[in-house]
């Protein structure tokens, strides 16, 4: 349990300092002829003179790395406990897709029947260590050294929504060789086999049933003292490396990578490999204890397998190279291109302009302006009087606006100085023009407190006396003026206050609202007073809508 644990732990690290550390960015410098081999750079050289539209692929590093793990057979001896193996590669990316990797693992495995077994005379090494037939346990151990070649297939680094990851996952498959050295625990140190202590073991546990497997297995083990000194059958194989037998294998398998920085990073693997022989564990005959055929054979005609579940450490190697193309994204660098071009060819742009003013078609309010005609800057003539006359045509520039309109030469007719003066005098006589020309006097201002938006009795008061003044001059406007911009709070707050103040004096005393021009949230003024102006001529809404609703006081 402690040892799951400090795995998990380990684990957890692990994948925290992937992501804390992983440098996730732009990739490399598509134009650094440094990172180009010599067979490519003819091609990189066409493509910085924009003769050819792709960038050579760039030099890239290989990837060492070691891993240690767990191993789990499949064979007709059950596991016995948790076995190990440990392992070393070399990996080359021959595009961002697919890379080789060559592997050297070296695997244990072990195993031990809770059943028994006796009709075992097929077995040479068997009979002979045990010639009268006694009920045994096969055993056997099994060290296991394999050579591969693998393609492995990236699967998450062309990615359109950023320009790398800080993880890898990928399938990997390929043949190989391996020679493996299996041997049983069939004597004790004397010599003596263990018939008897299996037979002290039956005793104990007679039904052998799968429920009490762990308590027979830890009986089988008090009594399996010795050493793995009994070499397993091996069976007529004709290939051989070193005394061992030679098999052709084949693996298959899932992986993760865990980014570090550009440099190391983890990977997690699990490695499935089948290979071509029956004797992995010495036994290609099966023939364990059940109640009904205690002494039934047959022959597997199985194949062994087994499999590794490993935690690993890659490491980079080269100079004047990038990252494995698997940790980079190929789409990097057409992104970054359009975002922000270095190497784009940009066509010369050309923009129309029809008549010739200066300023471009798609932006000419004046599509045909006249030859030599200046204009402004959205292609309209220039008029500088606007007197609707162009200054090209204008035979006088600067018309007085009294003067207007004017002749198709852009000439004007002043009045004579007596009609300037009845006309001031008829504006004066009847206030036409004029902002203060309503006979109300001083207006009051109106204060609330703290944030109320309640009239108080002496507010009342000064509104019904204002009330008193506007019912005297009916051709008056007030402007009603609150103060507070600095927030939507305040801003809210003069707004309630201005329409309490309009609302009092078109409910409770009668003046007509659109005698009101409504103002909130002004500068210049106490936040807590809201004033009230002439505001005759000037132009205004009489009602707006609350500006924030949901903080309205009620």
Known sequence: MASKKLTLLIGLLCLFLSYSQAQVGSSYDVRDSSLIPTKRLAQHNEFLNNAYPFPAKPRNEWELGIKGGYTAGFTD????????GFGVHLRKALGYVFSLRAEYDWIRLRGLNYQYSQSYGKNPVLNAVYPGGEPIFYNYRSTVHELTLQGVFTLNNINFHKAKTGWNAYLFGGLGAMTYSTFYKAVDATGTNYAAGYADVITQFPNLDYKHRKDIRKALKDKLTGSWSTMAERGSTNATLGGAPLTVVGVAGIGFQFKLNNRFNLALEDKFTFTTTDLLDGQQWQNNYTPTAVNSIAQTRSADSY???SLGLNYNIGKHAVEPLWWLNPLDYAYNEINAPRHMKLPKPVLDDADGDGV????????????GCPVDSHGVSRDTDGDGVPDCKDKELITPTQC??????????CPDPQCCKDLKAYIDSNGVGSRSKCNVGDL???TFKGRSVTLSKDAQALLAS??????NSPSCKIAVI????????AQQLSWDRVNAVINYLVEKEGISA???IFRYGQSGGEENTVDLKDGTGEEGPNTVPAPHPNLRKK
Do not use: M
């Open 77 to 84: 001896v059950h596991n016995w406990g948790p076995t190990g």
């Open 404 to 413: 207007q309109p004017v002749d198709a030469d852009g000439v004007g007719k």
């Open 466 to 471: 204002t009330a008193e003044k506007l019912r």
């Open 360 to 371: 471009t078609d798609q932006f000419d309010l004046e599509p045909n302006t006249p030859k």
């Open 444 to 446: 009051p201002s109106i």
């Open 514 to 516: 659109d005698r009101f």
């Open 482 to 489: 609150g103060y507070g911009e600095s927030s939507k709070a």
């Open 307 to 309: 499999n590794f579940l």
